[in-house]
Nanobody
Framework: VQLQASGGGLVQPGGSLRLSCAAS????????MTWYRQAPGKQRELVAT???????NYGDSVKGRFTISRDNAKNTVYLQMDSLKPEDTAVYYC?????????WGQGTEVTVSS
């Protein structure tokens, strides 16, 4: 499984971005997909998770501001990020779970700054 993340960039506080992560290769039976992020000098943290059936879970710091979704036909997971704050600045990574094995994308950088 290969994961290609995109959509990062520079945005002002209060702005929005939409990240995408497209899976390719052996995509059959991909299960839970997750966005993580890692800010400079900090540990990687869970942002949002979505199951194949669409059930979602969010980290406390992004609840009410971020929305995860997926298009199973396109093997793509999205992260809509609204009301962005400077503390959302990080490299965002997508993760896919398939047959108990984790696959990681290369990361896309998000910078929230005025």
């Amino acid at each position: 499984v290969q994961l290609q993340a995109s959509g990062g960039g520079l945005v002002q506080p209060g702005g929005s971005l939409r990240l995408s992560c497209a899976a390719s290769g052996s995509v059959a039976s991909i299960g839970v997909m997750t966005w993580y992020r890692q800010a400079p000098g900090k540990q990687r943290e869970l942002v949002a998770t979505i199951t194949t059936g669409g059930s979602t879970n969010y980290g406390d710091s992004v609840k009410g501001r971020f929305t995860i979704s997926r298009d199973n036909a396109k093997n793509t997971v999205y992260l809509q990020m609204d009301s962005l704050k400077p503390e959302d600045t990080a490299v965002y990574y997508c993760n896919a779970l398939r047959y108990a094995r984790n696959y990681w994308g290369q990361g896309t950088e998000v910078t929230v700054s005025s």
